[in-house]
């Protein structure tokens, strides 16, 4: 910014501060009539960042630096396979398989997994290939800010931080329902009831926040030492895991298993798009990225290698939960109940830890940016953590678990990370095919014609599939885009190969990522689309008011040039 040097040392004087300089040190907020100035230039800001795209070169180099202090290259494959079973095993299987065999999806809710499984499974090909291309701490941010430009990457980021902030809060208050559960008691037995609030917010966990708080702790002392923790705890987790299919096959009824489909294929398709929130953890795996040491071996056999274990571990044990008894009498709070409690409270245990340390890197990233404050940006020198980054979320993750009920959560969780996912899936379409300067007009103009039939298309069936029982819609909507599909197949040359690792099949599979991630999200409430849109709402206006001209001053006072002020420019290799 503005000079490296100058950059630097500013940076540096804000890892320890919090004077103004440090939240809000651009020239458009130094004074009042800089400001008004910024305000009266909205709509030319907002074009410039809506059709800027960054580069790989900027984010591997200039903003990684502007962190001053680097984050430690200390972890390998094995650290992130384990890792990526330690942030996702738990959150699910341990928290809404009961809820949703008993309530959408009875016994065929191994279905419910199978479909959100194969949709996960998409987007870990996409992440994989991005994170290995573009080894940051921002995750999917990043990957939008240099695919699909500013603008985007902000309204996927606002949902980012919304995605770990619920999430961490859904599954810290699932711990409290364990640990009474080990303890012989009603989960509300350890929440103080507060009678003046809504019956959706008057649960109050203060054992989320003391969990929360130790994750904290651990979380800002070691990445490193997190992930040995990690690895002691997903040891027991497998343990338990080995016990609840031994036992519960040992005990398996299968009258239990009739009907198999009591809600027919709208509930297995309803419990898919809750269950989605099972396998949210794996994208803070790819926030990792900036501190593997080999990330061209390490993240595809991490990510990839994680996932489908995951996958195969959550549907023998939605069938044997459902074996075990019936899905009627199952116990929503905890359905493996009791000693199993115990693996349960350590499976959710490293799920917290590796959000914890995921959304931490997110928002550093993007702090980095200055779409939010760069106080947020600085990485511990001695820890080589991002400590203030790491509070912060984890505070209003704390304050979130302490009011919210469970179902409420999980729900608008899956609407943020089915979003992000379909862009990110979006965006590596528009990374194979379109390059400045190897893309004709003419290609460009056929790829953004194909994509927006992929893309309507999904949305199509999304809403035919939410209003109809009938089929004659999906006869209309799956050929367009089945036709999208094969026509960036056909007629539009791929602009751009993967250096190290690419996804497979492409278009086919992010096409499909697409399609599947947009059809889960017609399944979802109309109170969480609600919901989702608030939120949407309030980080337009934040970003209208101060995020959109911080980021644009930062842009153009950096030095090097490497940020442009069209599509064409901005996604040219370096």
């Known amino acids: 910014m503005g000079g490296v040097d100058g950059g630097d040392e500013g940076i540096r004087r804000r890892g320890c501060s919090c004077a103004k300089s440090d939240f809000l040190p651009e020239e458009s907020f130094r004074s009042w009539g800089n400001y008004g100035k910024a305000l009266m230039e909205t709509p030319m800001r907002l074009k410039d960042r809506i059709v800027t795209r960054s580069l790989d070169h900027t984010e591997l180099v200039e903003v990684k630096a502007r962190s001053q202090n680097e984050m430690k290259k200390t972890l390998n494959w094995w650290d992130l396979m384990w890792f990526g079973i330690g942030a996702v095993i738990g959150a699910g299987i341990f928290v809404l398989t009961g809820l949703e065999a008993r309530e959408d999806a009875g016994p065929a809710v191994v279905l419910s997994y199978v479909v959100s499984g194969i949709s996960a499974l998409l987007s870990v090909f996409c992440y994989t290939e991005f994170a290995v291309e573009i080894p940051v701490a921002g995750g999917s941010f990043a990957y939008l800010r240099v695919e699909l430009g500013d603008f985007m990457a902000f309204i996927a980021a606002g949902n980012i931080l919304l995605e770990y902030v619920i999430g961490g809060a859904a599954v810290a208050r699932a711990w409290t329902s364990y640990f009474a559960t080990l303890c012989n008691h009603q989960p509300n037995d350890f929440r103080i009831i507060a009678d003046g609030l809504s019956e959706d917010y008057r649960y109050l966990d203060p054992i989320a926040i003391v969990v929360i708080a130790a994750i904290c702790v651990l979380a800002v002392l070691s990445t490193k030492g997190s992930s040995r923790f990690n690895y002691i705890a997903s040891i027991i987790h497998v343990i338990v895991i080995l ?222 599939w939410a209003v109809s029982d009938g089929w004659v819609g999906y006869v209309i909507t799956a050929p367009i885009w089945l036709i999208a599909t094969v026509g960036i197949w056909l007629f539009v040359p791929h602009a751009r190969e993967p250096k190290l690792w690419g996804v497979p099949l492409v278009p086919w599979l992010p096409s499909l990522s697409i399609a599947i991630n947009i059809f889960l999200l017609g399944s979802i409430d109309k109170e969480s689309f609600a919901r989702f849109g608030v939120w949407t709402l309030i980080i337009l206006v934040y970003y209208f008011v101060i995020g959109l001209h911080a980021s644009y001053d930062t842009a153009k006072e950096s030095s090097n040039g490497e940020e442009r002020k069209n599509v064409e420019e901005g996604g040219e290799e370096c």
């Open 243 to 464: 016990f609840i299919i031994i036992a519960g096959l040992i005990k398996a009824d299968t009258k239990n298993y009739t009907p198999f489909s009591p809600y027919g294929a709208r509930g297995v398709f309803k419990a898919s798009a809750v269950l989605f929130f099972a396998y949210v953890g794996f994208d803070a795996v790819s926030t990792m990225a900036e501190e593997t040491k080999n990330p061209g071996r390490d993240i595809p056999i991490g990510l990839v290698g994680s996932m489908v274990i995951t996958t195969l571990a959550y549907c023998v044990l939605a069938v044997t939960l459902c074996l075990m008894q019936s899905y009627k009498t199952v116990d929503i709070d905890a359905p493996f109940s009791y000693i199993v409690a115990a693996g349960a409270l350590k499976g959710m245990t490293t799920v917290l830890l590796v959000g914890a340390v995921g959304q931490a890197r997110y928002l550093t990233h993007i702090a980095r940016t200055h779409m939010l404050p760069p106080w947020l940006a600085h990485v511990n020198e001695r820890t080589g953590t991002p400590v203030n980054a790491t509070v912060v979320m984890l505070v209003a993750t704390a304050i979130i678990a302490f009011f919210t009920k469970l179902a409420i959560l999980s729900n608008l969780l899956s609407i943020s990370t089915l979003f992000i996912f379909m862009l990110v899936a979006v965006a590596l379409l528009v990374r194979r095919y379109y390059v400045s300067g190897v893309t004709t007009e003419a290609n460009r103009i056929k790829l953004i014609v194909f994509i927006s039939l992929i893309i309507g298309s999904s949305i199509a069936t999304a809403a035919y």
